[in-house]
């Protein structure tokens, strides 16, 4: 099954808001609410930061934020922080083949 | 204590089978959760290899379904990986994560998409 759509690298400066995207199909990301954003530092397992394309666990800042339009699900990290400097991957549910699927990933550089 | 945590060989010799286990605590193994496993190549994305419920039934990758079996036993609180026919491709670090569904009321449903609690995560090399 092929991955979710993200670009490879977005960057920032302190402060700045910076939007990241997922693209996919009707079968996953546009056919479903099931959307999830993981953080994962170097060296360390992935975080969950944003489930259901805009909820965030306990403990999570606001500073991350989801969204969704159509078959492309989004990640706002408002006020850039240089601890933001990670790679984030989306996941979806997807009914192609009733499994999950991740995105390709993409590298977050606090400028 | 560490809820999740990975065990078994880093060297896998190709053709082999490659063997994990995920032992939980903290959290009953019993409870309305999946338990899954995920990969991530070196220097690559995550790939979901696969995910079970306390029941035994399983669900995989479509694209690693033929080679992949995830056991389950709960009076140990664990559960387990096996890849056969491994080849350098299946080098990676390997993740067990509690997979958890969508609860709307009393309804629930499997997307093996939020992983909420995860391993650190054990390296498996294939090589001779």
């Known amino acids: 099954q092929s991955a979710l759509t993200q670009a490879a690298s977005v960057s920032g400066s302190p402060g700045q808001s910076i939007t990241i995207s997922c693209t996919g199909t009707s079968s996953d990301v546009g056919g479903y609410n099931f959307v999830s954003w993981y953080q994962q530092h170097p060296g360390q397992a992935p975080k969950l930061i944003i489930y259901d394309v805009s909820n965030r666990p306990s403990g999570v800042s606001n500073r991350f934020s989801g969204s969704k339009s159509g078959n492309t699900a989004s990640l706002t990290i408002s006020g850039l922080q240089g601890d933001d400097e990670a790679d984030y991957y989306c996941?979806?549910?997807?009914?192609?083949?009733?499994?999950?699927?991740f995105g390709t990933g993409t590298k977050v550089t606090v400028l | 204590q560490v809820p999740l945590q990975e065990s078994g060989p880093g060297r896998v010799e190709p053709s082999e089978t490659l063997s994990l286990t995920c032992t939980v605590s903290?959290?009953?193994?019993?409870?309305?959760?999946?338990w899954g496993w995920i990969r991530q190549p070196p220097g690559k994305g995550l790939e979901w290899i696969g995910s079970i419920y306390h029941d035994g039934t399983t669900y995989y990758n479509p694209s690693l379904k033929s080679r992949v079996a995830i056991s389950i036993d709960t009076s140990k609180n664990h559960f387990s990986l096996k890849l056969t026919s491994v080849t350098a491709a299946d080098t990676a670090l390997y993740y067990c994560?509690?997979?958890?569904?969508?609860?709307?009321?009393?309804?629930?449903?499997?997307?093996?998409?939020?992983?909420?609690?995860w391993g650190r995560g054990t390296v498996v090399t294939v090589s001779s």
């Open positions: 996941s979806s549910y997807t009914n192609s083949h009733r499994s999950g699927v």
């Open positions: 994560a509690r997979d958890r569904p969508h609860c709307f009321g009393d309804t629930c449903y499997r997307g093996h998409d939020v992983f909420d609690i």
């Open positions: 903290g959290y009953s193994i019993s409870d309305n959760f999946y």
